[in-house]
């Protein structure tokens, strides 16, 4: 008995069948692989906010961002560039015995949907990942014109408004303040890496990036601050009182009217 087998139009019939199919299926699946990236660097920003607080509740004041005072190395080692980052100890490594002490590969430090290129000289936990609110975790040390963010880190008696106070968020670099998210930032090149400090989606991002040579971003940071990392231009972020949510990126802009910066309290800066 002849065998039937499949026609010359039959197969080209079949073959634009399934091409069809995986047209149709390959963004929903982009989609969901998308969803579910930004599902998972929201519980990574969940258990770095319970980190944070736990460390509060045992010392009765947050981390500092960053700290030269310690003379000994800090878990993990110095990170990132000696020659454009701090040496020291960074928020994270105050956080170790939360996280981990392996905090070099601590994988909750990395934002899974970041937009920083692979094997970028910028591929480092300092850039592009997660970063804390200086106003509350400040710095041990820095220039003048980062003088209100100098001092003692915040304990949580002193945050009035602690559900509506940022902690720690998508951020291009691991400490971040409202000046960052101020809508008058001046397009200045970064001389140093916590210069180019972001909030990833930022419409404002956009015009900044477009004045070279005056963009205050690098060029590996232009696609993590101007087309975010999330959906929709959508960024995690972690606060003061332990929750966590997706926000969209424009409703962390600081705006300024006259002399007035709206916004700024209580979301960046907590009411004393």
């Known amino acids: ?3 039937k087998g499949f026609t010359l139009i039959e197969l080209l019939a079949a073959i634009g069948v399934i091409a069809l199919l995986l047209a149709l299926l390959l963004p929903a699946l ?3 692989k998308k969803q ?5 660097c929201l519980s990574n920003l969940h258990h770095l906010n319970l980190a944070l607080g736990s460390f509060e509740i045992d010392t009765r004041s947050y981390p500092y961002a960053f700290s030269n005072l310690i003379n000994t190395p800090p878990p ?3 990170f990132g560039n000696s020659s454009y980052d701090r040496s020291g100890w960074w928020w994270f490594q105050f956080l170790s015995d939360y996280i981990g002490r392996d905090v070099r590969n601590c994988k909750l430090l990395q934002c899974p949907d970041r937009n920083i290129p692979a094997g970028s000289s910028y591929a480092n936990i300092l850039m592009g990942n997660y970063g804390v609110n200086l106003s509350v975790c400040t710095m041990s040390s820095g220039g003048s014109k980062q003088d209100e963010f100098i001092g003692e880190p915040l304990h949580a008696e002193l945050i009035s408004t602690p559900g509506d106070t940022l902690l720690v968020l998508d951020s291009g670099y ?3 303040s409202w000046r960052h998210a101020a809508d008058d930032r001046p397009p200045t090149p970064p001389s140093k890496n916590e210069d180019a400090a972001y909030v990833p989606g930022l419409k404002m991002n ?5 004045l070279s040579p005056s963009s205050p971003f690098y060029q590996e940071q232009l696609e993590d601050a101007v087309e975010g990392r999330h959906e929709f231009h959508r960024l995690n972020v972690g606060f003061a009182d332990g929750h966590c949510l997706t926000m969209e990126a424009e409703s962390l802009l600081v705006g300024k009217t006259g002399d007035i910066y709206k916004n700024q309290i209580p979301l960046w800066k907590p009411v004393k």
């Open 174 to 176: 691991a400490m971040i």
């Open 206 to 210: 956009q015009l900044l990036s477009s």
């Open 36 to 40: 579910a990236r930004t599902a998972l």
């Open 76 to 78: 993990g080692g110095y």
């Open 30 to 32: 982009q989609l969901a």
């Open 1 to 3: 008995m002849a065998k």
